[in-house]
Antibody
């Protein structure tokens, strides 16, 4: 069974940093591209970042470029999202998701809440 | 960015009803449109991929159609477990973008 379990969320002050982790199991993690998606409270979903299967290629949404970094450790079956210079508008539930070859995303984690507030 | 306009934002329906949800893309996205079901506190679930392909294990009462800019998710004979939020995703061009979601409630 495919499982994606996010951790590392919490309350952080504006300007602070946080690193989210996503533990993957039930599939060959190193074979899949992965994405982060977020959903601010009461708002729609937003794609944030994508990483290829071996971590050599990444891309980020303009709104987080230069502040967020997606990475992975295939030996640990773990996806990461390093977030710096956090702003109130980064407050959201962050989802770890798996890329689906026909298109889009097939599996999602349950999400990790990040709250940026003083 | 490609804007995805999803409608309606919410609807009330009864068990056994047929419902339709639409997503319109701001430009052609070919067939790169997926539909998901999301229940509170749970991971979203893939229902339909590439506009009309039923994901393995998903009941056949869920159907998707469309191409280009206009897409539809239809649920025939709504079941109690189908009351949830549904959203679409375009994966034609990065940044991928989502519809705003449709909350399906019990009438």
């Amino acid at each position: 069974e495919v499982q994606l379990v996010e951790s590392g969320g919490g309350l952080v002050q504006p300007g602070g940093s946080l690193r989210l982790s996503c533990a993957a199991s039930g599939f060959t993690f190193s074979s899949y591209w992965m994405h982060w998606v977020r959903q601010p409270p009461g708002k729609g979903l937003m794609w944030i970042s994508r990483i290829n299967h071996d971590g050599t290629s990444t891309i980020h949404a303009d709104s987080v470029k230069g502040r967020f970094t997606i990475s992975r450790d295939n030996a640990k079956n773990t996806l990461y999202l390093q977030m710096i210079s956090l702003r109130a508008e980064d407050t959201a539930v962050y989802y770890c998701t798996r890329d689906y070859d026909p298109g889009g995303i097939d599996y999602w984690g349950q999400g990790a809440l990040v709250t940026v507030s003083s | 960015d490609i804007q995805m306009t999803q409608s309606p934002s919410s609807l009330s329906a009864s068990v056994g009803d047929r419902i339709t949800i639409t997503c319109r893309a701001g430009q052609s996205i070919n067939m790169y449109l997926n539909w998901y079901q999301h229940k509170p506190g749970k991971a979203p679930k893939l229902l339909i991929y590439t506009a009309s392909s039923l994901q393995s294990g998903v009941p056949s009462r869920f159907t998707g159609s469309g191409s280009g800019t206009d897409f539809t998710l239809t649920i025939t004979s709504l079941q109690p477990e189908d009351f949830a939020t549904y959203f679409c995703l375009q994966s034609y061009i990065i940044p991928w973008t989502f519809g705003q979601g449709t909350k399906v409630e019990i009438k």
